[in-house]
């Protein structure tokens, strides 16, 4: 059989053109979402005499066989017949002969192919706001083993404060949960029907537009042909999800990377998530949180390749569209991929409360509380800032920490200095004082974690 759309041509496609031209390589993804779609279609067309139940029915089988056929990997898809589409329907004619030629009734391949990526991407949409679910779990699982372990709070990768471990890990656990809230929330713009928009301007066929979303799962129907076949914003707006979720991960996993180190040795990653050198036996790498940082280059190029695809495009479809799935099944496919690791690395890390402490006995991260000590007994924070400063470099200078300055090397700096000093710099106080909604004390991480635990 020739082209579908062959009979106003004289010539056969050159080879090279055909090669060029076809999508079948990338779009046999979607082959269950258009088969679902056409059966939708063919039930429909049915139900509103635009062809017999009869045919409706004949052709639905035909679907079905080919369904079953698939399963079982007996079809072959050819470049000849260029996308799923078409090859879909060729293999239906062939299976039921030229009845299988009244599917297209009232259709396009252009309100088609949209209606298929909307099927798939709702679907994967929905599997992957599980997925951030299991990183939640995990994150939420560890913070609960950990609301007394204290690690050094950064800010310019410089110690600045000590903080809860579990409130270090639950400020990832809310970064995930607003991802997932979004993923959630851009379902209400996905869940919109284009079929029956037909080629960009509807069809003088009486088609039920309502009948065919709702069998679908639909929500709505889109209430201009024009724009159901040329929207591509449902998937503009995952990329767009994509990639914020995906910088959440490479942060973390730029997190993970920097705590494997020996300079840190805050956590050891298992060895099942960690791969060795060819040459130096004693390296254990985290090549898995490194290759979910570098994964964060295509899905970010796989958004700014669709926004420069569409930015220039006239209205309705135009075939630089085809060129709108590619990106989003790499970004399905490695957001999925990178979530299912993500999340049993994550579980199975070992956590070095040890070391963490340790990490926090040697430093000056308390000089804040000195600063508020003072300020409490009346001084101005500004002066006691200044007056904290001094009392800092004077450690420095006697290479001691700020719990090991006797008072009366305190009360050099002020008079306001008595022993309660001690209680007040003890890590586990500086990190107990934060009481604040939302801060590190202890009793708030619990809460938190309480409230955490609620959403997942
Ligand atoms: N393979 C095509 C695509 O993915 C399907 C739509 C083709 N429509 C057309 N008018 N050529 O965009």
């Not at 990183?135 to 709070?153: F, M, N, R, S, Y």
């Not at 088609?207 to 201009?224: H, I, Q, S």
């Not at 710099?425 to 801060?439: F, I, M, N, T």
């Amino acid at each position: 059989m020739s082209k579908l759309w062959g009979g106003r041509f004289t010539k056969p496609t050159d080879k090279l053109v055909e090669e060029y031209t076809s999508s079948i390589g990338f779009d046999v993804k979607l082959v269950l979402q258009d088969i679902q779609g056409s059966k939708a279609h063919v039930k429909m067309l049915g139900k509103c005499s635009i062809i017999t139940e009869e045919e409706a029915a004949q052709i639905t089988e035909g679907l079905q066989s080919i369904e079953k056929k698939i399963e079982n990997e007996e079809v072959e898809f050819s470049v000849e017949d260029e996308d799923i589409h078409m090859n879909i329907e060729k293999l239906l004619i062939e299976e039921i002969g030229p009845v299988g030629g009244k599917l297209h009734t009232g259709r396009s391949r252009n309100d088609q192919v949209a209606t298929d990526m909307h099927l798939y991407l709702k679907e994967k949409t929905n599997q992957l706001i599980g997925l951030v679910e299991a990183v939640q779990k995990a994150l939420a699982d560890q913070a609960e083993h950990h609301v007394e372990t204290i690690i050094p709070g950064y800010t310019h990768l410089q110690r600045a404060q000590p903080v809860s471990f579990a409130h270090h890990l639950l400020a990832y656990f809310w970064m995930f949960e607003r991802d997932k809230q979004r993923l959630q929330d851009s379902i209400k713009r996905i869940d919109w029907s284009p079929l029956g928009a037909a080629a960009l301007a509807g069809t003088p066929y009486p088609v039920d537009r309502k009948m065919t979303a709702e069998a679908l799962g639909f929500e709505n129907v889109y209430p201009n042909s024009l724009d159901a076949v040329s929207d591509r914003d449902f998937i503009l707006e995952f990329l767009s999800i994509s990639s914020i979720l995906i910088t959440h991960i490479s942060r973390l996993s730029e997190e993970l990377i920097l705590w494997s180190s020996q300079e840190f040795d805050f956590i050891e990653l298992d060895d099942a998530f960690c791969t060795g050198s060819s040459i130096m036996p004693q390296k254990k790498n985290p090549d898995v949180p490194e290759l979910l940082r570098g994964k964060t280059g295509r899905i970010y190029g796989n958004l700014m390749g669709l926004l420069t695809l569409l930015k220039g495009l006239p209205l309705a479809y135009n075939k630089d569209m085809q060129e709108d799935k590619e990106g989003m099944f790499d970004t399905v496919e490695t957001l999925d991929g990178a979530l299912s690791l993500l999340a049993p690395m994550l579980a199975s890390m070992e956590v070095k409360g040890a070391n963490m402490r340790q990490a926090v006995n040697e430093d000056y991260s308390n000089a804040t509380d000195i600063a508020d000590y003072l300020a409490v007994k009346g001084m101005p924070f500004r002066d006691a800032h200044a007056v904290i400063g001094q009392v800092v470099l004077y450690a420095i200078e006697q290479g001691k920490y700020l719990l090991e300055l006797k008072l009366d090397e305190y009360q050099q700096f002020s008079e306001l200095f008595e022993d309660d000093i001690y209680e007040k710099l003890a890590p586990d106080q500086v990190v107990a004082a934060r009481s604040s909604e939302g801060g590190t004390g202890f009793k708030q991480v619990k809460e938190q974690l309480d409230l955490a635990k609620k959403h997942i």
